[in-house]
Protein backbone atom coordinates (compact mmCIF):
# COMPACT_ATOMS: atom_id res chain seq x y z
CA UNK A 1 0.00 0.00 0.00
CA UNK A 2 1.69 3.40 -0.46
CA UNK A 3 1.87 5.72 1.60
CA UNK A 4 1.55 9.27 1.43
CA UNK A 5 3.05 12.47 3.12
CA UNK A 6 6.92 13.78 2.75
CA UNK A 7 9.83 12.91 2.93
CA UNK A 8 13.03 15.12 3.36
CA UNK A 9 16.63 14.24 3.27
CA UNK A 10 17.54 16.00 6.14
CA UNK A 11 15.88 18.07 8.63
CA UNK A 12 18.58 20.82 8.26
CA UNK A 13 18.59 24.54 6.75
CA UNK A 14 17.67 24.72 3.45
CA UNK A 15 16.02 21.27 3.21
CA UNK A 16 12.21 21.34 1.49
CA UNK A 17 9.92 18.34 1.89
CA UNK A 18 8.87 16.41 -1.20
CA UNK A 19 6.12 14.32 -1.61
CA UNK A 20 6.96 10.88 -1.62
CA UNK A 21 3.45 9.68 -3.05
CA UNK A 22 -0.93 10.66 -3.00
CA UNK A 23 -2.80 12.80 -5.34
CA UNK A 24 -1.87 15.11 -7.83
CA UNK A 25 -3.20 17.87 -5.96
CA UNK A 26 -1.13 16.86 -3.04
CA UNK A 27 2.20 16.30 -5.50
CA UNK A 28 2.00 19.80 -6.95
CA UNK A 29 1.44 21.77 -3.80
CA UNK A 30 5.47 20.35 -3.16
CA UNK A 31 7.18 21.01 -6.16
CA UNK A 32 6.89 21.93 -9.75
CA UNK A 33 5.62 18.94 -12.07
CA UNK A 34 5.25 21.49 -14.96
CA UNK A 35 4.74 25.26 -15.96
CA UNK A 36 1.69 25.71 -15.43
CA UNK A 37 2.16 23.97 -11.59
CA UNK A 38 4.77 26.22 -10.70
CA UNK A 39 2.37 29.22 -12.03
CA UNK A 40 -0.57 28.15 -10.24
CA UNK A 41 1.37 27.19 -6.89
CA UNK A 42 4.10 29.54 -7.11
CA UNK A 43 6.58 27.29 -6.16
CA UNK A 44 9.90 26.08 -7.37
CA UNK A 45 12.97 24.10 -6.90
CA UNK A 46 16.27 24.93 -5.42
CA UNK A 47 19.26 23.96 -3.53
CA UNK A 48 18.60 21.71 -0.96
CA UNK A 49 15.29 20.04 -2.62
CA UNK A 50 15.35 16.46 -2.88
CA UNK A 51 12.75 13.81 -5.19
CA UNK A 52 12.03 12.79 -8.09
CA UNK A 53 11.62 16.42 -10.03
CA UNK A 54 15.01 17.44 -9.36
CA UNK A 55 16.02 14.35 -10.84
CA UNK A 56 13.86 15.17 -13.82
CA UNK A 57 15.30 18.53 -13.92
CA UNK A 58 18.81 17.49 -13.47
CA UNK A 59 18.60 14.32 -16.26
CA UNK A 60 16.69 17.29 -18.84
CA UNK A 61 20.40 19.65 -17.89
CA UNK A 62 22.33 16.85 -19.02
CA UNK A 63 20.47 16.16 -21.96
CA UNK A 64 20.81 19.99 -22.85
CA UNK A 65 24.26 19.81 -22.57
CA UNK A 66 25.15 20.51 -18.91
CA UNK A 67 27.11 17.05 -18.45
CA UNK A 68 29.04 18.10 -15.38
CA UNK A 69 24.86 17.72 -13.34
CA UNK A 70 24.43 13.99 -12.38
CA UNK A 71 20.68 12.69 -11.59
CA UNK A 72 20.98 12.05 -8.23
CA UNK A 73 17.78 13.44 -7.15
CA UNK A 74 19.15 15.88 -4.82
CA UNK A 75 19.50 19.80 -6.04
CA UNK A 76 23.54 20.30 -5.10
CA UNK A 77 25.92 22.92 -6.40
CA UNK A 78 26.34 21.08 -9.59
CA UNK A 79 22.68 21.68 -10.39
CA UNK A 80 22.39 25.16 -9.05
CA UNK A 81 25.34 26.30 -12.10
CA UNK A 82 23.40 23.92 -14.53
CA UNK A 83 20.08 25.87 -13.78
CA UNK A 84 22.50 29.34 -13.50
CA UNK A 85 23.37 28.45 -16.96
CA UNK A 86 20.70 27.57 -18.62
CA UNK A 87 18.79 30.80 -17.57
CA UNK A 88 22.08 33.08 -18.65
CA UNK A 89 22.13 31.24 -22.09
CA UNK A 90 18.25 31.73 -22.57
CA UNK A 91 18.24 34.90 -21.16
CA UNK A 92 15.94 34.03 -18.35
CA UNK A 93 15.22 36.77 -16.08
CA UNK A 94 12.11 35.78 -14.38
CA UNK A 95 13.63 33.65 -11.71
CA UNK A 96 16.53 34.50 -9.03
CA UNK A 97 19.89 32.69 -10.61
CA UNK A 98 20.18 29.19 -9.94
CA UNK A 99 16.78 28.42 -8.67
CA UNK A 100 14.18 26.41 -11.14
CA UNK A 101 10.91 28.35 -10.94
CA UNK A 102 7.94 29.30 -13.16
CA UNK A 103 9.98 31.02 -16.02
CA UNK A 104 12.60 28.39 -16.31
CA UNK A 105 10.36 25.17 -15.85
CA UNK A 106 8.24 27.54 -18.72
CA UNK A 107 11.35 27.53 -20.87
CA UNK A 108 12.42 23.95 -20.36
CA UNK A 109 8.85 22.78 -21.16
CA UNK A 110 9.28 24.25 -24.24
CA UNK A 111 12.77 23.30 -25.18
CA UNK A 112 11.15 19.71 -24.13
CA UNK A 113 8.17 19.75 -26.55
CA UNK A 114 10.28 21.49 -29.27
CA UNK A 115 13.04 18.50 -29.60
CA UNK A 116 9.84 15.75 -29.42
CA UNK A 117 8.78 17.56 -32.32
CA UNK A 118 11.96 17.50 -34.02
CA UNK A 119 12.77 13.59 -33.08
Known sequence: ???????????????????????????????????????????????GDVGPDVHRLQQFLFGQGFTYVSA???????????VAQYQRNRGITGDPLGVFGPATSASAQAAARQKNTWR
Open 1 to 47: MPTTGTATESSGPGRRPTPTSGSTQESQAGYCRDSSSCRTHGHSLSR
Open 72 to 82: SGVFDEATVRG
